[in-house]
């Protein structure tokens, strides 16, 4: 099945940092890739849409200038969170779906990013 | 936009017991899937099924589109069982993203 990667897992980083996510797919190509935000035992939160070579979509009350989305190549998404502060800290996560080939598995998921903003 | 609604929200088993998982939507999806989310965050693919039934060992799930609900069994439960179970659709234009219930917190114990 379809695989996507997320990087790093977690990190830890200082108030007024900029902190950047990537989030790959590995064996097939996405034209479009998605970032949630999960708060403690609560459910995701759908952020943006990664639109690959144009601009990202974002969901209502979503800061854009804060949440910074590229999505370069057909198979990269990045997230970068700018000028960080403790209220930022969450689980991100990113997701993709292959539509190549006639497979038919649905989303799948990388394995998140765990950010604490101190 | 598309509202997904899982019950219960909570669910404390012992070891063996079954349980019935169920996520109700507001309107026409293109796809649903249910996820085990661990306790690392992962999210586990265990279903992709917009309608029908599929079985994977001691799960399954029924999917009736046309009544707008899912059901996730889970048989002979284990403790490895317990996690955050998560429906999740994608409204009828295709490509969009999933939009996803609150979940349901399985806790087995032995």
């Known amino acids: 099945g379809a695989v996507v990667s997320q990087h790093p897992s977690r990190v830890i980083c200082k108030s007024g940092t900029s902190v950047k996510i990537e989030c790959r797919s590995l064996?097939?190509?996405?034209?479009?890739m998605f970032w949630y935000r999960q708060f403690p035992k609560k459910s995701l939160m759908l952020m943006a849409t990664s639109n690959e070579g144009s601009k990202a979509t974002y969901e209502q009350g979503v800061e854009k200038d804060k949440f910074l989305i590229n999505h370069a190549s057909l198979t990269l998404s990045t997230l970068t969170v700018t000028s960080a502060h403790p209220e930022d800290s969450s689980f991100y996560i990113c997701?993709?779906?292959?539509w190549g080939g006639g497979r038919n598995y649905g989303y799948t998921f990388g394995s998140g990013t765990r950010l604490t903003v101190v | 936009g598309i509202q997904v609604e899982q019950s219960p929200p909570d669910l404390i088993l012992q070891e063996g017991a079954n349980s019935t998982l169920r996520c109700n939507f507001s309107?026409?999806?293109?796809?649903l899937q249910w996820f085990h989310q661990n306790p690392w965050g992962q999210l586990i693919n265990l279903f992709y099924i917009p309608s029908g039934t599929k079985q994977n060992g001691r799960l399954s799930a029924t999917t009736v589109a046309t009544e707008r609900y899912s059901l996730l069994y889970i048989s002979s439960s284990q403790t490895t069982d317990s996690g955050v179970y998560f429906c999740?659709?994608?409204?009828?234009?295709?490509?969009?993203?999933?939009?996803f219930g609150k979940g349901t917190t399985l806790s087995v114990s032995s």
């Open positions: 309107d026409s999806v293109n796809n």
């Open positions: 999740a659709v994608e409204g009828y234009q295709a490509g969009t993203a999933l939009i």
């Open positions: 064996d097939f190509q996405a034209t479009t």
């Open positions: 997701s993709a779906r292959d």
